[in-house]
């Protein structure tokens, strides 16, 4: 990798980092209001693991159909987030639910069935 290559890189994960604080520490009530929609879906389902999560949250970001019922039915619950923060701006709730699967990604390689990631967070959501 070029030495351009490896600036931009780091430039650009510095700006990821700088979203991720901010939305940490502005609006942490979001981030634990979808952290909640998994962990409550996790304790009630057994299907329900980190790669279907993470497919919930794509399909939140992207508006397209979620890949199976359980990501579809997140992806409502998701929805449903923002009605209940009504005074968040839509970029931030974007940035939010990015934040939350950066989460996902870094705790999970996401497999079928592996729920490393809810695991995690099912310790801190009563």
Known sequence: M?????????????ANQGTMDRIVRKHEDVLRSIETVFVRAYRQLKEVDDQTCHAAIESALTGQAARDPISAM????????????????????????????RSIRNHSARR???????????????
């Open 2 to 14: 070029s030495g351009y290559l490896r600036k931009m890189k780091r430039q650009q994960l510095r």
């Open 112 to 126: 079928p069935g592996e729920i490393e990631y809810l695991a995690f967070i099912d310790l801190y959501i009563p």
């Open 74 to 101: 997140l992806a409502d619950r998701l929805g449903q987030v923002h009605q209940w923060h009504r005074e968040v701006q839509e970029a931030d709730r974007q940035d939010a639910l990015r934040v939350v699967a």
